[in-house]
């Protein structure tokens, strides 16, 4: 078992910044995925961004792509979420999820998730 905790989300203005981080509870492995999804009140949970072990090419959904960024510290087991330029629309709960595989974009992939985080994004 893999235990996921978000943190970072907060209310912001339009055109601000977040970081969001999520720590996973034990080490994290070169086969392991990590990934960030949304959930905006009255809609479907979806894809931000993911990564995976060397952090290369990391997919983004196109609504987020050029504003957000997402790295990851193999050392602390943590993947961060870099958000720029943020829009009244990205506001959302946040989730970070685990996976043991190759990067994948659906939700159904994905093994662990976290509890969410709280972003709010003041127009």
């Known amino acids: 078992q893999v235990q996921l905790v978000e943190s970072g989300g907060g209310l912001v203005q339009a055109g601000g910044s977040l970081r969001l981080s999520c720590a996973a509870s034990?080490?994290?492995?070169?086969?392991?995925?990590m990934g960030w999804f949304r959930q905006a009140p009255g809609k479907e949970r979806e894809f931000v961004a993911a990564?995976?072990?060397?952090?290369?090419?990391?997919p983004y959904a196109d609504s987020v792509k050029g504003r957000f960024t997402i790295s990851r510290d193999n050392a602390k087991n943590t993947v961060y979420l870099q958000m720029n330029s943020l829009k009244p629309e990205d506001a959302a709960v946040y989730y970070c999820?685990?996976?043991?595989?190759?990067?994948?974009?659906?939700?159904?992939?994905?093994?662990?998730w976290g509890q969410g985080t709280q972003v709010t994004v003041s127009s």
């Open positions: 999820a685990l996976r043991v595989g190759r990067l994948a974009q659906t939700e159904s992939e994905y093994d662990y």
């Open positions: 034990r080490r994290t492995y070169s086969t392991y995925t």
């Open positions: 990564i995976n072990w060397s952090g290369t090419y990391p």
